[in-house]
């Protein structure tokens, strides 16, 4: 059985910076396209970014594009999503997710889901 287990949220001001973790148990963080999901009070989950099996290719939501910067470590068997420049509107409970093929992760369809980890970013 696969475990995601995402770490790293918390509370910032606007302007600032925050990384989230995912740590992968049961399986190679490699065996998997790895994405970052979202959601705010009141709002459906949004596609935040993706990364590939091979880490050869990433896709961001254009709302996070140049801020984010998704990446892998394969020695510690996860992934980090680097937030840089937050917003107000970037408040909400994170996701790590994990598919099959990146189209699994952006369809929201992934084989597992993380528990969610929640980023407030104030004024």
């Known amino acids: 059985q696969v475990q995601l287990v995402e770490s790293g949220g918390g509370m910032v001001q606007a302007g600032g910076s925050l990384n989230l973790s995912c740590a992968v148990a049961?399986?190679?963080?490699?065996?998997?396209?790895m994405g970052w999901f979202r959601q705010a009070p009141g709002k459906e989950r949004e596609f935040v970014a993706v990364?590939?099996?091979?880490?050869?290719?990433?896709s961001y939501a254009e709302s996070v594009k140049g801020r984010f910067l998704l990446s892998r470590d394969n020695a510690r068997n996860r992934v980090s999503l680097q937030m840089n420049s937050l917003k107000p509107a970037d408040t909400a409970v994170y996701y790590c997710a994990a598919g099959l093929s990146i189209g699994s992760v952006t369809s929201s369809q992934p084989s597992y889901w993380g528990q969610g980890t929640q980023v407030t970013v104030s004024e």
């Open positions: 049961g399986r190679t963080v490699f065996s998997y396209a």
């Open positions: 990364m590939s099996q091979s880490g050869g290719s990433t």
